[in-house]
């Protein structure tokens, strides 16, 4: 079984406004509510592509209940902890003015609703898979991340962590299954600016020589590099095709990896369906779709 884990998960509000004017009432053209947070979006990914998971984490009040209503309407399951007091967060995004969004904050997670939590990654067993991504909400430990993958390793569960930083840099000791970072945050990890696939590539060795097993580092429209711990280097360009929705696109780059392992591909095939899939939803209004997938993995 596939775990996700999104710590602070979120009610994402899509909004269309035609020319956001500052100190003006602004109407929207449409709107969409959807469940939002790297986990999360890494489990419907995976339900896309006929892969099971679970989706981990806290939710709190009105908008933590439609999180999990809507999750479990698209069929996934879900083992969230939902917390005593306040509301999941409110996410605003204005999906035509691209990278512009408001994010709300979240409820304070307590030390007993955290106790539940790592209940829930008892259940975890050698052969499954764990995802873990995004900000730790307030009155969490800051060192969440290094807690979970010293439990997984003790179970024997690989970890794939998509953060960045200084969290980024903490977990690599604990020897990551996968780290995904995308070049900017690969550049400012190492405080260089990265632009190509090769300025990448000696700076995702470096990862590994830190202690990941597998890299993936993003370069959006310039493609992907791929190096693992047994000497493995791939890279690729992207897809050809219209950038329309970049939300979510990392999340599934992980989900389309983790397909291709749960389907007995190889590193090199499964990093090329990582590609396609992120390729897939950025082309597209939602979250990529199997068929998508297949006819850009058709290009290689």
């Known amino acids: 079984m596939i775990y996700t884990v999104t710590w ?17 009432t602004n109407r929207a053209l449409s709107e969409e509510y959807k469940p939002g947070g790297k986990g999360i979006n890494v489990s419907i990914v995976l339900k896309q592509m006929g892969i099971e998971s679970v989706a981990l984490g806290f ?17 996934i399951r879900t083992d969230f902890i939902m ?4 509301n999941s967060r409110i996410n605003v995004k204005l999906k035509n003015l691209e990278g512009t ?29 764990l995802v873990l991504g995004g900000s730790v909400p307030a009155g969490m430990d800051q060192d969440i991340y290094l807690q979970v993958l ?6 024997g569960v690989p970890v794939i962590v998509d953060t960045s ?26 405080g260089v600016e990265l632009t190509t696939r090769e300025e990448v590539g000696p700076y995702a060795h470096r990862l590994i020589e830190l202690g990941a097993r597998n890299v993936i580092v993003s370069l959006g429209g310039q493609g992907a590099v791929y190096v693992s711990d047994s000497g493995q280097v791939y890279e690729t360009a ?8 970049a939300v979510g696109a990392g999340d599934s780059m992980v989900a389309g990896f983790l ?23 950025a082309f597209s209004q939602d979250f990529a779709t199997i068929e998508q997938v297949e006819e850009l993995l058709s290009r290689y």
């Open 8 to 24: 602070n998960p979120s009610l994402d509000l899509f909004l269309t406004v035609d020319g956001l004017q500052q100190g003006h």
């Open 59 to 75: 939710l709190a009040g009105f908008t933590g209940r439609q999180i999990e209503e809507s999750l479990r309407r698209t069929g």
């Open 101 to 129: 969004e408001i994010n709300g904050v979240g409820p304070a997670v307590l030390k007993e609703a955290l106790a539940l939590f790592f209940s829930r990654l008892e259940k975890m067993e050698a052969g499954d898979y």
């Open 259 to 281: 397909t291709g392992l749960v389907r007995g591909e190889t590193s090199k095939q499964a990093f090329y369906r990582a590609v396609a899939t992120r390729s897939a939803t």
């Open 83 to 86: 917390l005593p007091q306040g």
């Open 165 to 190: 930083g200084d969290t980024l840099r903490s977990v690599l000791p604990e020897h990551p299954f996968l780290v995904k970072p995308n070049h900017h945050e690969l550049g400012e990890l190492f």
């Open 150 to 155: 010293r439990l997984a390793a003790k179970r």
């Open 238 to 245: 992207a897809p050809e095709g219209r950038l329309v929705n």
